[in-house]
Each structure stands twice: as C-alpha cells, then as structure tokens.
C-alpha cells in the first residue's frame, strides 16, 4: 500500500512569488512545460504499479490509466496550434493536460501540507487547450 503518496521533487519545480494582498496564500510560478512533462513522466512510471494511490489522487491515476498514458507520447502535448489535431487526438490531449495539472497541483496542496495555495502557470502557447 502506498498511501496519498505525492509526486516527489514537486517544490523543487517551482518559484514561490509572495503577494503582499494575500498572505494566507502560496502563489508558486511554474513553467508549462516542466510541470507537464515532469508530471507525466512521473504517471508513465507510476501507472505500472497496479495499486493506485490514496484519494484524492486516487480518481487522477485511474483517469490516467483509463487513457493508456503511457501509450501517448509526451511530446505531443506540445503543439504550437491544438485545432490543426485530429478531433479525437485533441480531446484526448485535452483530457490528458487535464490529468496531469491537476495531478501536479494536488501533489503541490499535499507538498505545502494542506495550505491555501495558488498556481500562476506561466504562458505558453504549445499547451494552449
């Protein structure tokens, strides 16, 4: 048994940026990029142990798995315009970015013992949904 088990490293991927208007609250920058493709390398590996994690990550490794993520290849979250997708590669991508930020936010909440926190993805446009 696993229990919550959180992504680990997950602090280390991010900046903290202080907001003087609400300091009950983390607000953490990270970068789309890391955080998708450390996240999903994180599930492909993990999705091979047939023991799921303690809810709430529970229901995000069971998405993962219902999709075959690691039959998707990372690189294709990327894409610098979503619409020229196949319709049903885009709703899988979709679904997948889905899984994986809130995968990497409750690995987050977790990582900041329960806290308020607030996540500033910064831009860019290949994950655009």
Avoid: C
Avoid at 16 to 25: A, G, N
Avoid at 56 to 64: K, T
């Amino acid at each position: 048994m696993f229990g919550l088990e959180i992504m680990p490293g997950v602090l280390d991927l991010v900046t903290l940026e202080p907001r003087d208007k609400e300091p009950e609250t983390t607000w953490v920058a990270i970068d789309p990029d890391t955080m998708y493709q450390k996240t999903y390398e994180y599930l492909v590996v993990r999705l091979r142990n047939p023991e799921p994690p303690m809810p709430p990550l529970q229901e995000l490794y069971m998405r993962a798995k219902a999709i075959q993520l690691g039959n998707y290849r990372g690189s294709r979250l990327r894409t610098e315009n979503p619409q020229l997708l196949q319709a049903m590669d885009r709703m899988i991508r979709n679904e997948i970015l889905d899984i994986l930020r809130l995968y990497f936010t409750e690995s987050l909440h977790q990582s900041l013992a329960g806290g308020k926190i607030g996540l500033h993805i910064t831009k860019d446009v290949r994950y655009k949904v």
